[in-house]
């Protein structure tokens, strides 16, 4: 090599380097644009047109899947049962997750990573797995019900199955860890100077806790809602495993209409869910304020 | 042991505290009169730190008691402890704005919600503060936040206050404004404080008394000058800046004080009593040693082995005798007799400039 | 330390509570897999093997088995270098636009999935995309996330002087890359790759629409299987099966890079 080329490159590398940085950006890039955003657009798009018996869709524009919605009572009761679940399934998780959480916190860092490995280890399981887990607890032939019977406790199985309270048990369960795991890095994080800062200015160890790691742990619960209550809308599986064919949500309604080849109607039911989630996430966050702890440690 | 008089703000008695394998503070015994601002100084992993949160109770002592104003606290919990404390890093609540910051403790106490408000703004106004009550800790500056830190400890109008190097997060120049701030509200308010740092020139401007501590000792205590003027050994020495240690022997002794001699350098006068004959360390700091090219006034013969600009003063350092000095010399411009590394120079120090060390 | 490291009894109770709900199922699913019996006896009778022989016996099952596994293999592969990509990128970047990119490549992990099964259902109608490449390109949109984020974090705690040594080193860009940026991320590479592959493994809401006759994968015959057919111990067998595999994986990763940075990153 020339040193007259050497210099060329040299000035070169820059460019080059720069557009090979871009070049890496393009490939990912492109998946999502093709795979991810286009098909939400197109869903949307779908979603306000007719239905038809030969297409995906009918022709022109109309606005009546969404307005069918918000005439019936029937699926505003599905929507409105969605969103109680959802909301009681993460405030459950949040007040049980959290003494859990304080503990894992406070447990020395090698056992903190035993306590959370075992907390991410079922997340890596298919829901369908932990779903049925529950079918075999609760089951006319689970856990619950043949241990009964063996003790003749009972004659006829116990019917606990099908039900929102059964969906909610599966969902909580489920999601749980989520809850704890966001929880436990939230308020390991707290600087422990703020809570002895507290002590130093006469606060209890439970005034401590109120007034200060609660709400220093705020971060930790709004994310923690937030995943616990967004994931409660598209647990499709684990809402027809464990609610049967009666005990609906508004992820079902999706599914409902797919299997009935109603495209337009189930992309109107899948948008409604968005704009749902979007709420969840837009009001969490307000109402809990993460932002007010952060700043100067 | 007598029991603690009320005279003591702080009293800790014989207190030790191990961590596992490792002693971080050993059979301690110090005592804090009222009004007194005492700094605790020494390199990290002293056991400075560890002695200040026994005090606040933060941790318990392996052995040993701890008093405050009288009253054996050992096992107390922190929150029911009359002390405040000041953190390194402030910790001020970020969730709460400057009011709710210094009211805090008030609240705890359960004090009324007009006394409380009256107490933060008399408060804040002594420390200048007035308008940012409502502003949130993210919001201030630095030097802000080091004063609402000061403000929420002093409200609570503590037997002792505990600082744990709180100025270590400013910089150079607020340190310093600080810390005369600092010493003029303790000084007004006469509050006992005791003060971590492992700066000597803030325990120097700051305290009444200075506590050098190394391995979980207290080496020295005593009045700034003392330390500083009369360290008790080399270690003490050395953290106040003295580097220059030299080993001579006694050959002369009368009424005003004794010649030593050191090595084939010569000898030189000091003004300290010792035994003739015997071998003895001494001290000097590097601004108080004078070189020359030639002087009559000036015992010592040494050679130059290194010369340093350092702007405001340069660095001669100085073989004599097979042992290393540094001298320093403040520039005054002009005045330069350009020595240079290698020239054989002489040099001396007025009699009463030697610090006479503990043997060995 | 005296506030903190102190747990009382309540304290360990909770634990204790929190840990049965989460594990509990999964655990009376790996039991009820051993059972003898033909329906699940609690507690059970005895220990047998029979489910399992009658999971790998089972045409749909052992397919589906195998199909799972090649699905996630492949689109936990192409998620980790897209990913990889997207997070060398993102790393080096300065500003405003690299935030913007970051939550651009998280979007999949927070959008309920099962919308984009429908949105992709709809596209590969459209278009006339078969099944199996669907079902594989979905995969790979959800598991992208995970690879990102993962290569992301080692890539921050990267120092780029380190290339910027090599470089002046005489090393090209590729050499650069090859041999000082990517020894160092590839521990943030291994672990997105598990979990892109265990999200595959276990994917479902996205499967759910995606899934065609002859290509169905392990979860979705579970589901169906739970829906329409009586025996239900042959589908704790397949459980158990995926979770030994994801136990396996686990124990792997460990193995080559720790699993503490897994709880972190």
Redesign the interface.
């Known amino acids: 090599m020339t040193p007259v080329m050497r210099a060329e490159g040299n000035i070169l ?1 820059p460019v ?2 720069a557009a ?3 070049a ?2 393009l ?3 492109a ?2 644009v093709l ?2 955003l ?3 657009l ?2 949307f798009f ?1 979603s306000f047109h007719a239905p038809s018996q030969s297409d ?1 869709f009918g022709e022109g524009l109309t606005l009546g899947n969404y307005l069918r919605v918000i005439g019936d009572s029937f699926f505003l009761t599905i929507i409105e049962r969605t969103m109680l679940t959802g909301a009681l399934v993460a405030l459950i998780c949040l007040a ?2 959290y ?2 959480a ?3 916190a ?3 860092p090698r056992h903190r ?1 035993v ?8 997340l ?14 609760l089951g006319r ?3 619950i019900n ?2 009964l019977r ?1 003790f003749g406790v009972i004659d006829l199985p116990l019917d606990l199955m099908f039900s929102t309270a059964t969906v909610a048990v599966g969902l ?2 489920i999601l ?2 989520y809850m ?2 966001s929880l436990a890095n939230s308020i390991a994080a707290i ?15 439970v ?2 806790f109120f ?2 790691t609660l ?2 742990s ?1 971060p930790g619960m709004t994310s923690g809602l937030m ?1 616990v209550f ?1 994931l409660t ?2 647990a ?2 684990t809402v ?2 464990l609610g049967g064919p009666r005990t609906k949500m508004l ?1 079902s309604l ?2 409902d209409s ?1 299997v009935a080849f109603a ?1 337009p109607r ?2 109107a039911f ?2 409604i ?2 704009a749902l ?1 979007l709420g969840v ?1 837009l009001i969490v966050p307000a109402v809990l304020r993460p932002g ?6 | 042991m007598t029991p603690p008089s009320a005279e003591f703000d702080v009293r800790l008695d014989r207190v030790s505290k191990t961590f596992g394998a490792v002693t971080a503070v050993r059979e301690t015994t110090l005592d804090i009169p009222r009004g007194t601002f005492l700094s605790i100084l020494g390199p990290s992993g002293c056991g400075k730190t560890t002695t200040l949160r026994m005090i606040a109770g933060f941790e318990r002592p392996t052995t040993g008691n701890v008093y405050i104003r009288g009253a054996r606290v050992t096992e107390v919990p922190p929150y029911k402890r009359d002390f405040s404390m000041v953190f390194q890093n402030f910790a001020l609540f970020p969730h709460l704005d400057v009011a709710h910051n210094v009211g805090f403790g008030l609240r705890m106490r359960g004090l009324p919600r007009a006394d409380i408000d009256r107490e933060v703004a008399g408060v804040l106004d002594l420390v200048k503060l007035s308008g940012l009550a409502d502003r949130f800790p993210r919001q201030l500056s630095g030097g802000q936040q080091q004063r609402v830190a000061l403000a929420r400890a002093i409200v609570m109008s503590p037997a002792v206050m505990l600082l744990d190097e709180p100025l270590g997060a400013l910089d150079k120049n607020l340190r310093e404004e600080m810390q005369i701030e600092l010493r003029q509200l303790q000084q007004k308010l006469g509050i006992t404080a005791v003060f971590v740092t492992h700066d000597q020139d803030e325990a120097l401007a700051l305290s009444d008394r200075i506590a050098v501590m190394r391995d979980g000792r207290i080496e020295q205590i005593g009045a700034p000058r003392d330390v500083y003027e009369r360290p008790a050994n080399e270690f003490v020495a050395g953290f106040f800046g003295v580097s220059n240690v030299m080993n001579g022997e006694v050959v002369h002794v009368d009424p005003d004080g004794i010649d030593i001699k050191i090595g084939e350098a010569g000898t030189v006068r000091l003004s300290f009593a010792a035994e003739p004959g015997r071998r003895i360390r001494v001290a000097v700091r590097p601004e108080k040693i004078r070189i020359a090219r030639s002087n009559a006034s000036l015992p010592l013969k040494a050679r130059l082995t290194d010369v340093v600009y350092r702007g405001a003063s340069t660095s001669f350092f100085l073989e004599l005798g097979g042992q290393t000095l540094v001298a320093i010399r403040q520039n005054e411009g002009g005045r330069e007799e350009g020595l240079k590394a290698g020239d054989a120079v002489v040099c001396g120090w007025d009699p009463n400039a030697a610090i006479k060390l503990a043997d060995g | 330390m005296s506030p903190r490291g102190r747990i009382g009894p309540a304290l360990w109770a909770m634990i204790a509570l929190n840990y049965s709900l989460v594990l509990g199922p999964i655990l009376v699913v790996v039991v009820a897999a051993f059972s003898p019996t033909d329906f699940f006896v609690f507690p059970p009778p005895g220990l047998s093997l029979r489910w399992f022989r009658a999971f790998f016996e089972l045409d749909n099952m052992r397919g589906a088995f195998l199909l799972s596994i090649q699905v996630a293999c492949l689109a936990a592969s192409i998620a980790t270098v897209l990913g990889t990509f997207a997070a060398i990128h993102v790393g080096r970047r300065r500003g405003a636009g690299a935030g913007l990119l970051q939550s651009v490549f998280m979007a999949p992990l927070v959008f309920p999935t099962i919308i984009l099964g429908l949105a992709l259902l709809l596209v590969f109608r459209t278009v006339g995309i078969p099944v199996l490449p669907g079902i594989v390109l979905a995969h790979i949109v959800v598991g992208l996330p995970y690879c990102f984020r993962s290569v992301l974090t080692s890539f921050q705690s990267f120092d780029p002087a380190l290339e910027e040594a090599a470089q002046s080193l005489r090393a090209s860009p590729l050499q650069t890359f090859l041999r000082v940026t990517l020894p160092l991320i590839r521990p943030g590479v291994l672990t997105g790759w598990l979990f892109a592959f265990i999200v595959s493994f276990g994917e479902l809401n996205t499967s759910l629409f995606l899934t065609g006759p002859g290509y169905v994968t392990l979860p979705i015959e579970i589901f169906s299987y739970l829906q329409f057919e009586g025996g239900q111990l042959v589908v704790a067998a397949a459980s158990t099966v995926q979770v030994a595999l994801i136990v396996v994986l686990v124990l792997a990763v460990e193995r080559l890079v720790g699993l503490g940075r897994v709880v972190r990153g």
């Open positions: 590398l080059f380097a090979s940085r871009s890496l950006l490939p990912p890039l998946l999502l795979f991810f286009t098909p939400l197109y869903l779908v995906l049980i997750g003494p859990a304080f503990a894992i406070r447990m020395p990573l306590a959370l490995l075992l907390l991410l280890f079922p890596m399981v298919s829901n369908v797995i932990r779903a049925y887990g529950w079918v075999a607890i032939r689970g856990v043949s241990t063996n909580l369960t749980l860890p704890i795991i600087d422990p100077h703020y809570e002895e800062a507290a002590q130093s200015l006469r606060a209890s160890p005034r401590t007034h200060v709400p220093l705020a995943i967004l809308l598209s499709y599986v027809s495993l992820v999706v599914f797919v495209w189930a992309a899948a948008f869910l968005l989630a996430a007010r702890v952060r700043g100067l440690g």
